[in-house]
Nanobody, 126 residues
Framework: VQLQASGGGLVQPGGSLRLSCAAS????????MAWFRQAPGKEREGVSC????????YYTDSVKGRFTISRDNAKNMVYLQMNSLKPEDTAVYYC????????????????????WGQGTLVTVSS
């Protein structure tokens, strides 16, 4: 199982970025996919997660209304559209996947994931 995240970069406050994560193998292997982020000196934080079957999704409060998660099961891809970016969104963003769903918003807890991508850096600065 391999996950490859891309799309990070430097963007001004208020700008947008779209992160992509490519997963190897069959989409059946990844019932749940998620994005996490880790800022310098801080713990890894769940940003958003989405299930394959129901399309149920969750967001951490700080990104609601600004970020949108989506997935393309045929391509084994998950995306994170980030709009109205703020300096506090600066972090290394990681995608993660697991075979089985977990209850509700607990999908935002990193303890549930063993499959991680390498991370892509997002810097929001003027």
């Amino acid at each position: 199982v391999q996950l490859q995240a891309s799309g990070g970069g430097l963007v001004q406050p208020g700008g947008s970025l779209r992160l992509s994560c490519a997963a190897s193998g069959s989409s059946w292997d990844y019932s749940l996919m998620a994005w996490f982020r880790q800022a310098p000196g801080k713990e890894r934080e769940g940003v958003s997660c989405i299930s394959r079957g129901t399309g149920t999704l969750y967001y951490t409060d700080s990104v609601k209304g600004r970020f949108t998660i989506s997935r393309d099961n045929a391509k084994n891809m998950v995306y994170l559209q980030m709009n109205s970016l703020k300096p506090e969104d600066t972090a290394v963003y990681y995608c993660a996947a697991r075979m089985h769903r977990v209850p509700g918003s607990t999908c935002l807890n990193s303890i549930h994931y063993v499959n991680w991508g390498q991370g892509t850096l997002v810097t929001v600065s003027s």
